[in-house]
């Protein structure tokens, strides 16, 4: 059996380049008021990307028949926004209600907006969000030519299998703690207060607000590490 700790999974991006920090400060959970903008983002991905997010062709009435068809009852949805446009998502569905849990996740990052860590950083945080959620393991399905996709899978350590011409990455997400509530629950509030109030915001003042919270999170870790020993 291979080894697949995916401490990645769960670890707070700290990324050094200022787009990237805004890119993980500015997801946010979406709802199903919000089902228009996920079609209006699903159709501005081009021919290519589509292909990649649906392995299959999908046209503008398969995309929205798609987007009817999201089951908000079990879906979790997650948001990039730049500037108040919504530009990326994950999408996060359980897919079986016995033990263990198991969920499929999948991605997608207008073109404009790729190459930012803005699809590692909604990947990021949908495996904090399955993880409170007691799923234990994420498959992402992709076609074998989607070499970003591996690049991705392979960045949080997902075992890989060829399932009839695409492929299958399994992330295994670890017990939920205190820390990973905090952390979803810390980078919900800085989302919506972000994305929603501070429209705009410089993006060092955003790294200075991040850097408060993830210090907020490290402290409480050795807090508690102190009080076992
Ligand atoms: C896959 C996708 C979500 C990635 O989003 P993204 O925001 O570009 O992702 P990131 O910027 O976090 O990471 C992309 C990585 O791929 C790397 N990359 C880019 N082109 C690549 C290529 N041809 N081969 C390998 N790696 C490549 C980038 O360098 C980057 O890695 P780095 O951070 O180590 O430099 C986005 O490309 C997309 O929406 N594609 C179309 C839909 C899709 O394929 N969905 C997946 C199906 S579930």
């Known amino acids: 059996?291979?080894?697949?700790?995916?401490?990645?999974?769960?670890?707070?991006?700290?990324?050094?380049?200022?787009?990237?920090?805004?890119?993980?400060?500015s997801i946010r959970r979406l709802w199903p008021a919000e089902q228009s903008q996920i079609r209006g983002h699903l159709q501005r991905l081009g021919p290519q990307d589509r292909l990649m997010r649906f392995c299959h062709a999908?046209?503008?009435?398969?995309?929205?028949?798609?987007?009817?068809?999201?089951?908000?009852l079990r879906a979790i949805v997650?948001?990039?926004?730049?500037?108040?446009?919504l530009r990326g998502i994950a999408e996060l569905i359980p897919t079986d209600h016995i033990w263990p849990r198991t969920a499929e996740l999948a991605l997608s990052v207008e073109e404009?907006?790729?190459n930012r860590g803005i699809g590692t950083a909604l990947l990021q945080r949908a495996l904090v969000m399955a993880r409170n959620r007691l799923v234990d393991r994420v498959y992402m399905v992709f076609l074998i030519e989607n070499r970003k996709m591996w690049h991705l899978a392979r960045r949080f350590e997902a075992r890989l299998a060829n399932r009839d011409g695409q492929v299958e990455g399994e992330i295994l997400a670890p017990w939920p703690n205190d820390l990973s509530l905090i952390e979803e629950v810390a980078s919900e509030g800085q989302?919506?207060?972000?994305?929603?109030g501070f429209g705009g915001?410089?993006?060092?003042?955003?790294?200075?607000?991040?850097?408060?919270?993830?210090?907020?999170?490290?402290?409480?870790?050795?807090?508690m590490s102190r009080s076992k020993t």
């Open 201 to 223: 915001t410089p993006a060092m003042e955003l790294y200075y607000m991040y850097e408060a919270a993830q210090t907020f999170v490290e402290n409480v870790r050795f807090a």
């Open 78 to 85: 997650l948001g990039y926004f730049a500037e108040s446009h």
């Open 58 to 72: 999908a046209g503008d009435a398969r995309v929205s028949s798609y987007c009817k068809n999201i089951d908000w």
């Open 1 to 25: 059996m291979p080894n697949l700790s995916c401490t990645q999974a769960y670890k707070p991006v700290m990324p050094p380049d200022p787009a990237m920090i805004e890119s993980a400060l």
């Open 112 to 114: 404009p907006f790729q």
């Open 191 to 196: 989302a919506n207060l972000l994305v929603n």
